[in-house]
Each structure stands twice: as C-alpha cells, then as structure tokens.
C-alpha cells in the first residue's frame, strides 16, 4: 500500500511586504487571502522604515515589525535578521519585494520554505521561485505569486473594511459636539513637494467654497504643512490641523466626516478599502496608480495639470472640466454639503 507523504503544517507564516509605504494597501488582498488559505497560522509582516502603518487596518490579528533604515546593505540584513529573535521557527516565508536583498532576509530566517518570482540571483534563496511577470503592478502580481503557490485561482476576491466608529479622541470629538455636528472635510496631504507647487490651486479650491469647515491630517510634519497653508487663502472657511499616527484616531475621522479629499496614493488607498466617500488630486496621468481590481470600491481620480483642461476618471468615466468651480460642484453632490 502506497504511503502518502505527509504535508508539513504552516504554524508561522513571514511576508517580506513591499518596500514602499504608498504600494501597503496593493498587499491588502494578497494578505487577506492569505489569512484565508492559512486561518491558523500566525502571520508576521516585515516592513520598511515608516511603512508598517497601514498594516495596522487589516482585520485579523498580525504583527508588523520594521526594519531600520540603517541595516539596508547585505552585511547589515544579516546582522538584523541573525539578531532579530522575535521572529523565528518560520514554516513559509513571501517575498512580495523580490530583490536580492528580500530573498536574502528569508534565508537569513532560515525558513522551511521560501517562495518568491525569481528575479536575476534572488532566486537562488528561494526553495520555489516562479517567473516573473514584469507587466503586472503589485497588486496583481501578489495575488498570483498566492495562486501559483496555492495551485487555485483568486480572482473573485474582493475586499473592503466595514467601518467602524474609532475610539473617541477628546481633541477630534470636540469638534463634532454640536447639536447637529457640522459637515467637516476630510483632507489627507502627505506628499508636502506637490502640495508645495499648487498654492494657486489649493486657493481656487478653497475660494470655491463658502463657509466650509475642513480638517487637515497629517501622519508626518505637521509644521510644515501648517507654514504652507498659512500661504493660502481660506476665503470665509474654517481649518483645523489634526496631526496623527494612531490608526483608532484616523478611523474615528474617517467616520464622522462627509468626504475626503487627498493627493497621495496611501490615502487613496486607505479610503478605498474602507468604502470612503472620497477623491484624489493627482498632477498627471503618467505615475503608476493602483487598480483596486480586487476592492470593492473603486477611487474617483481628478487629475490637474498647471495648464489645460482638468480629467476627471471614475469606473468607465472619462471627461473634461474647465474650472475648479467644477471639481467643487462634484465634491458638494457627492459628499452631500
């Protein structure tokens, strides 16, 4: 009688994510698939620097640990990963990244079972590598570097964050303690070299509104941003400055406010997977922007060039706008001013 060979159990499971903190939210289908393929698993995540934010959305219990900025070179990945003990005993390890140096950090582990698209000599740390698909963005290619491993198709994956209201945060809560609390927007800016560049249409946005009140939020800097919207003038509008990185704060905003504005792509994201009634500002049509194929909820894109006619990109739509007055027209229907 043949004996079947048994298949090792997948205890620990180590994700090297993707090495921007805007590229997170593309993981997000591939992480939750995978906590589905894997439900008693114990999953951890290794991150960049400053990139382990977004991971803290995610609706299963992870743990997000970073690696710093100065432990980059071969020699100092080594040393991180020899020295790093709280990940071990590693059953399988994903390299979203696939570099020389991710594959390498999944060897330095020691883990049973690497796997990773083989990319030049990275694939000589891999126990299962398979070719890559260079014309995939992240988010695809993620989710099939999961169906090549997994020998079954995700495709009908879709994922969204039913929203719940975040913990109350005294400083936030009180702006929302009026008896019919206000209609607040949301502006979410990070990206603080482009923002620099559009104090002339930041102005004509705000000169479109009348008696709006808008929070800005912040992760980083919050000097910064506040010295250059001292620049613009707000008109007959209201402002206030909310600087954060704590995930049940942004969640509580995220509830309250009737939209979110934001011209970044980590925002974007974030509020696509939680089903935000929102839009983004971008320059142009040339940089990468994600797909959301396996969202729900699909981001409304205006894209503003310093001359010429504004785009805006919505599912199949496709058209033109002349003027700021326009996007504000947009914005008030929308988010229901």
Request: hydrophobic content about 40%; glycine content about 4%.
């Amino acid at each position: 009688m043949e004996v079947k060979e048994e298949v090792p159990r997948i205890n620990k499971i180590l994700v090297k994510c993707p090495p921007l903190a805007d590229d997170a939210f593309n993981a997000f289908p591939f992480l939750i698939a995978l906590s589905e393929e894997f439900p008693v698993a114990e999953i951890n995540l290794l991150c960049e620097e400053n990139c382990s934010m977004a991971y803290n959305f995610l609706p299963f219990k992870l743990r997000a640990f970073e690696r710093p900025l100065d432990k980059i070179s071969l020699i100092q990945t080594h040393h991180f990963c020899a020295n790093f003990h709280d990940i071990f005993n590693i059953d399988l390890f994903f390299d979203l990244e696939n570099t020389f140096n991710s594959s390498f950090m999944g060897f330095n582990f020691r883990t049973r079972e690497r796997v990773g698209f083989g990319v030049g000599w990275n694939k000589y740390f891999l126990t299962k590598n398979f070719v890559n698909p260079e014309s995939m963005g992240i988010e695809k290619k993620c989710m099939e570097l999961l169906d090549l491993y997994t020998g079954k198709k995700h495709q009908d994956t879709k994922i969204s964050r039913v929203r719940i209201e975040g913990q109350q945060v005294e400083k936030i809560e009180q702006l929302f303690q009026e008896p019919e609390p206000p209609k607040f927007i949301l502006i979410m800016l990070d990206n603080f070299q482009n923002v620099s560049k559009q104090i002339k249409m930041w102005t004509a946005f705000f000169d479109s509104f009348q008696n709006q009140k808008f929070i800005i939020w912040s992760q980083y800097d919050e000097d910064l941003i506040s010295e250059l919207f001292f620049k613009v003038d707000l008109g007959g509008n209201s402002l206030y400055m909310h600087r954060g990185s704590i995930t049940k704060e942004l969640v509580y905003l995220l509830n309250k406010v009737k939209g979110v504005v934001t011209n970044n792509i980590w925002s974007e994201g974030l509020c696509t997977y939680f089903g935000v009634n929102a839009v983004s500002f971008f320059n142009n049509q040339t940089v990468q922007l994600p797909d959301y194929q396996y969202f729900y909820f699909k981001p409304q894109r205006f894209f503003i060039p310093d001359t010429g006619p504004i785009k805006y990109i919505y599912l199949d739509e496709d058209r033109e706008l002349l003027e700021m007055n326009q996007i504000v027209d947009h914005i008030h229907f929308n988010f229901k001013l």
